[in-house]
């Protein structure tokens, strides 16, 4: 069964540094998103992602984040600048349509300190 | 806007019990509801989910949910629940017309032998 792969599983990082989080999404789909959970915390969404741009983000993503896709399979987050509130794990997920079932991957732990 | 509410963050259960983890939303427009399960150091999984029709879904592993509308809640069900069962669920709502998915802070089902 196709599935949404992330790396690294883990990520530890310094204050300040820049991450790059990847994902895989599954071939087919169109619709790409990343979600973070803060540890005892609910699921908070961050961005979607349709035909190349930003279709929707919340007030979380803001200058700090960007998102990509360099080539037909990967998609990723990038924090420019990471503080300690950026700890949390993040989670991709994809979707053939904007409305129907998303899939999600493992997640990656970030921890910055 | 959206939101969810989760109104029991822990739900302990005896093996073979019935099991109901409550779920209510607010929002000014239409909805798709879901329920997802996250099994430790796993991603979110899809249980369920209602975009129209009958509303009483079934779903993976012996789970149903009903949509009210006039009480706007979607509860989990289960008639009798495994060991396996123990993990935590989810519930999320996104407008009809959009994407992005909110999510409920969580109930955290233990099956106890």
């Known amino acids: 069964e196709p599935e949404v792969t992330q790396t690294p599983s883990h990520q530890v990082t310094q204050m300040g540094q820049e991450v790059i989080l990847r994902c895989v999404p599954i071939s087919n789909h169109l619709y790409f998103y990343w979600y973070r959970q803060i540890l005892g915390q609910k699921v908070e969404f961050l961005v979607s992602?349709?035909?190349?741009?930003?279709?929707?983000k919340s007030e979380i993503f803001d200058d700090q984040f960007s998102v990509e896709r360099p080539d037909g399979s990967n998609f990723t987050l990038k924090i420019r600048s990471t503080k300690l509130e950026d700890s949390a794990m993040y989670f991709c997920?994809?979707?053939?349509?904007?409305?129907?079932?998303?899939?999600f991957g493992p997640g990656t732990r970030l921890t910055v300190t | 806007a959206q939101s969810v509410t989760q109104l029991d963050s822990q739900v302990p259960v005896f093996e073979e019990a019935p099991v109901e983890l409550r779920c209510n939303y607010s929002?000014?427009?239409?909805?798709?509801l879901f329920w997802y399960v996250q099994y430790p150091n796993q991603g979110l999984q899809l249980l369920l989910k209602y975009l129209s029709g009958s509303t009483l879904v079934k779903g993976i592993n012996g789970f149903e949910a009903e949509f009210n509308k006039s009480q706007t809640s979607f509860h989990l069900r289960k008639p009798s629940v495994h060991i396996s069962d123990t993990a935590e669920y989810f519930c999320?709502?996104?407008?009809?017309?959009?994407?992005?998915?909110?999510f409920g802070e969580g109930t955290q089902l233990t099956v106890n032998p």
């Open positions: 999320a709502v996104s407008r009809a017309s959009g994407s992005r998915l909110t």
């Open positions: 992602f349709y035909n190349n741009e930003i279709s929707e």
């Open positions: 997920a994809s979707s053939v349509l904007s409305f129907d079932e998303q899939y």
């Open positions: 929002s000014s427009v239409s909805v798709y």
